[in-house]
């Protein structure tokens, strides 16, 4: 792609797709059960996998034995990770970051389990009712080792080993300082501390894990069909631990019933069935149910950070330290260090705090693995924004004004933070000031005192955000994780003069197919009608990063925008070479319709798109000398090494004192995600991301007991918030363009959870604080607030 | 385990299957019948992904065995779209930005779609009261409660309450000629 394309589409200022709310192409097969989820997938003659899972949070396996399960009617197979081992490579992580420790898996585990759910062998049978019943029948003997369960503890010395080959469970320790902490602690009228403790939760995407082996024997090939955020890494991953070429192996994604992060990585029970479709030369499917899924998928959140703020008596910061500690759970699926050391990276946040230092460690247990799950930094903001209400707190200001002398201003764009991020575009003061005021604030400040006098705790929270969307491959390096933030697309009119296009991107609900054709059709200048998007099928779809994070709008479909660009100027040349101009320059295409500009007027030339195609296929020799024939680009694109979007959260809560129980709303957005692609699909992102964060603040828990037993693994004990307790939210948008991506896309889905999380959670101190109450720890459940209430209760007799 | 003939009446057609006794109505719809658009998401009652109507009646399907259903009426998400145009409220969804991933969605659809037969008139707390059996992990739910919204108004314009044939409301999105409102 050359950079004057690039430039344009940055500066491409005129829309007529883009932005508008056009309703999704996706939702008619959804609508009508058409749509085709993995499980919907019908291969003929498929074996049914399922997995037996160890009943132990850490136990070493003595002798598996398969012969009784073997002996059931219908069973075609029964594995261990002897077997697997034999048919598949290791997966090894191991990214050169200093204070982060190697770590190594079999694809099932061989010597000892590790979680409660752990798989250790594998039954395939005809019908997965078969396969269930027979895996009941295969006798694991254990010896049951004491469990890790604690991050705390199991950092200690002395304490059981996770993984046996390190030498400790802190399996990740790193330390920063940017300024001069300890100096700015030595001048600081008071230090302000405070502790955020987030628990453990899981996606939950509503349709569980799966995948379809279809092995062909005669041409040495592996068509594996799962629900995948990233499709072609998982074919690089697939192809490398099974000992293929990539070209080998092609990976097929359907629709997908929701991902959330919960499915970038090759889980073990995906690799195994891939392995086993391999040596039985039959296909087979697997889908977990929804226990499995609970208890053995991906689970994440569990962090914790310690804050300490050096600040002046006016309100303003001078320094911050942060502590972070996280759970990692037993295996590694991501570098360890990777979802908590951008938590420490956000934590200055939208204010001014160049003197920042900060500790991160990370400990193995034997609970479930963590990986991300949608904002893995989501603790971040509530940190922030709560360490902030610490500080108006202990100096009696109001939360907003200690806000405001700290906050970043348009003065101060573009910013380096403390950690090296750069700032520019953002509006964290505007959207703060806008929901300041569009919620009344003041109104409501002083309806919440008149109301406790009548014992109503109401509260008011506000969390600000500073969103981090898109990584670029600079990102990467820095971090030192192997990986690049590129994206690829393209884009081919065919003959008719219909387009399709594709990019390496797979969305599990955005709706990228939509924005995409927004993105086509705006990009080349064609009507949204003649376009069809195809993501999901690595032989299809070039090889692209997947989606991950917030980037399918800047980098997927921003790299869409630059390939219909690219597309857009061979049929500019091709029309001025029909129409006999010397340039192309006073062309454009409209519509699919060529027009000229003359005289400051756009008038039609009588040619179309489905003409320019027909040329470029079907009559090459009318081509200007030497251009090929078709028209077809292909473009990467490598976004900036971050973008960032920002958002105000605000709400009211009222804690009612005798159940716990807490009630939200009203609930405000003001957010700034640049130029959005579609503002209807933005909203939609921004609610589902927000009752996502509301829902984990209020209900959701992955439980385990002090042996590591998963108490929460059915949907009966695992809460999801329902329609009843999702409050309403309104939205405000701003709009800012970022200047450096196409279009001025900024990306967003993620910041909705982290807003979330520290409106809540400080709507409730808020409300409490008449009782000195200050929530420490999530989920805010009615026990948990009952026990702080009992316990102020006792202090102040 | 022995299979044992069954005949099912689904969408106003007769399948003559057999299964074992205890497979489930949801895994026989979808795999004996071929009708994958009810979907499964926890197979113990608490999703509402799998929700089909039996004799009229929102019914998880799995939580029923298939032999039980040998007699009545089921009827899936498949027979709500006619001539590839979707229902008063599969449309309101559709224009409300309802549904993301769609893996809730045929249950909601199923749900909702009974709900407002029987109760034409409902206010939001109602809607709400009503979908808080189906878990939505994408939509935050009030896109939903939106279109759930808009399809009663429709209906309360149509009033004779006929939901097969769509409302005049605004354009359709149709199978094969997509518009766009
Ligand atoms: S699958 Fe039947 S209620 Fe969840
Ligand atoms: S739209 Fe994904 S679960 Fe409802």
Redesign the pocket.
């Known amino acids: 792609m050359s950079d004057a394309v690039l430039d344009s589409a940055v500066h491409h200022q005129t829309f007529t797709a883009i932005g508008q709310s056009m309703p999704r192409v996706e939702d008619y097969r959804l609508l009508t059960g058409t749509a085709k989820y993995l499980d919907d997938i019908e291969v003929p003659h498929a074996l049914h996998a399922t997995f037996v899972r160890s009943p132990y949070a850490h136990a070493r396996i003595f002798r598996i034995q398969t012969d009784q399960a073997m002996a059931v009617p219908g069973v075609v197979a029964v594995v261990t990770g002897q077997d697997l081992a034999r048919w598949t490579q290791p997966a090894r992580m191991a990214p050169p970051i200093e204070g982060l420790f190697p770590m190594e898996m079999t694809t099932l585990p061989i010597d000892k389990v590790r979680f409660d759910g752990d798989p250790v062998a594998c039954v395939v049978a005809a019908d997965r009712y078969t396969a269930e019943d027979a895996a009941e029948l295969v006798m694991v003997e254990y010896e049951v080792l004491p469990a890790v369960t604690d991050m705390f503890a199991a950092a200690e010395e002395g304490t059981p080993l996770v993984d046996e080959t390190l030498s400790s469970n802190l399996v990740s320790h790193q330390t920063y300082a940017k300024g001069n902490v300890a100096g700015r602690f030595a001048e600081a009228d008071v230090i302000v501390e405070a502790t955020f403790s987030q628990h453990r939760q899981t996606h939950v995407p509503m349709e569980t894990r799966g995948c379809v082996a279809v092995w062909d024997d005669g041409r040495q090939h592996l068509t594996f069909y799962i629900g995948t955020q990233v499709p072609h890494p998982m074919r690089t991953t697939l192809a490398a631990r099974m000992g293929l070429k990539e070209t080998q192996v092609n990976v097929i994604s359907p629709d997908i019933g929701g991902a959330f992060g919960q499915k970038i990585a090759l889980y073990r029970e995906e690799l195994t069935v891939a392995a086993l479709a391999r040596e039985l030369h039959r296909p087979i499917r697997w889908r977990e149910d929804?226990m499995e899924n609970l208890r053995a998928a991906s689970h994440a959140r569990e962090d914790f950070v310690k804050t300490r703020a050096a600040v002046t008596k006016d309100g303003r910061i001078l320094a911050l330290h942060a502590d972070l500690f996280s759970d990692f759970g037993a295996y590694s699926f991501f570098p360890a260090n990777y979802m908590i050391r951008v938590v420490a990276m956000l934590l200055p946040g939208p204010y001014k705090i160049q003197d920042y230092s900060y500790e991160v460690k990370v400990a193995l247990t034997n609970k479930c693995p963590a990986g991300p799950m949608r904002a893995p930094m989501a603790i971040a903001s509530w940190v922030t924004e709560g360490t902030i209400d610490a500080v108006a707190r202990k100096l009696k200001l109001d939360p907003v004004e200690v806000r405001r002398i700290n906050m970043l201003k348009q003065d101060d764009l573009p910013y380096l933070t403390a950690t090296t991020e750069l700032y520019e575009d953002i509006t964290p003061r505007e959207t703060l000031d806008r929901a300041v005021h569009s919620f009344d604030y003041h109104v409501r400040r002083k309806e919440q005192e008149r109301l406790r006098v009548q014992g109503k705790y109401r509260g008011i929270g506000i969390c600000s955000v500073i969103e981090s969307t898109t990584y670029g491959s600079e990102f990467y390096r820095k971090a030192g994780i192997s990986g690049t933030g590129h994206e690829a697309a393209w884009v081919r009119i065919e003959p008719t003069g219909v387009v399709n296009a594709s990019a390496g991107i797979m969305g599990s609900g955005q709706g990228y197919e939509t924005v995409m054709t927004q993105a086509v059709a705006d990009g080349l200048g064609c009507n949204p009608h003649d376009v069809a998007i195809h993501l999901g099928n690595t032989l299809l779809a070039p090889y692209g990063m997947g989606s991950r994070g917030s980037r399918g709008a800047v980098a997927g479909v921003g790299t869409t925008f630059l390939a219909a660009q690219q597309a857009r100027i061979k049929v500019l040349a091709i029309a001025a070479h029909l129409l006999k101009l010397r340039s192309s320059k006073d062309l454009q295409l409209t519509d699919g319709q060529v027009v000229l500009e003359t005289d400051g007027q756009w008038r039609p030339t009588g040619l179309n798109l489905r003409d320019i195609a027909q040329t470029a296929y079907l009559n090459p020799l009318a081509l200007p000398d030497g251009m090929e024939p078709g028209i077809e680009a292909h473009v990467a694109y490598d976004p900036p090494a971050m973008t960032y979007s920002n958002s105000t959260h605000i709400c009211e809560v009222e804690v009612h004192l005798d159940t716990g129980v807490i009630s939200v709303g009203p609930y405000l957005v003001v957010e700034d995600a640049g130029t959005m692609l579609n503002p209807q699909l933005v909203e939609g992102q921004l609610l589902g991301a927000t009752a996502l964060g509301i829902g984990g603040v209020l209900f959701e828990h992955v439980v385990y007991d002090e042996n590591g037993q998963n108490l929460t693994a059915s949907?009966m004990d695992y809460l999801l918030p329902t329609a009843v307790e999702t409050p309403e939210i309104q939205m405000i948008h701003m709009g800012t363009p970022n200047h450096r991506t196409p279009a001025g896309i900024k990306g967003m889905s993620e910041g909705g959870v982290m807003g979330a999380i520290g409106a809540v959670c400080n709507a409730v101190s808020d409300a409490l604080s008449p009782l000195g109450i200050v929530v420490e720890q999530q989920p805010l459940s009615p026990s948990y607030i009952k026990s702080l209430v009992k316990k102020a209760s006792k202090t102040a007799r | 385990m022995n299979e044992v003939p069954v005949t099912l009446w689904v969408n106003g057609q007769t399948y003559a299957v057999r299964v074992s006794p205890r497979k489930l109505l949801?895994d026989v719809i979808r795999e004996d019948i071929g009708l994958t658009g009810t979907?499964?998401?926890?197979?113990?009652?608490?999703?509402?992904?799998?929700?089909v109507w039996v004799d009229d009646r929102p019914t998880?399907?799995?939580?029923m065995f298939a032999i039980q259903a040998e007699g009545h009426a089921v009827t899936t998400i498949e027979a709500l779209a006619q001539h590839g145009q979707l229902n008063v409220l599969q449309q309101a969804l559709h224009e409300e930005h309802g549904l993301q991933c769609g893996f809730c969605t045929p249950?909601i659809v199923m749900t909702m779609e009974a709900y407002l037969h029987e109760h034409p008139n409902p206010t939001v707390d109602d809607i709400r009261d009503a979908l808080s059996g189906n878990?939505c992990r994408c939509t935050g739910y009030q896109n939903i409660v939106a279109g759930v919204q808009k399809a009663a108004r429709v209906f309360a314009q149509n009033s004779s309450g006929a939901t097969s044939a769509a409302g005049n409301e605004s354009t359709h999105l149709s199978e094969g000629g997509r518009e766009y409102v």
């Open positions: 929804r949907l | 949801s979907h499964v998401g926890c197979e113990h009652g608490v999703c509402g992904a799998c929700t998880r399907s799995c939580l249950g878990l």
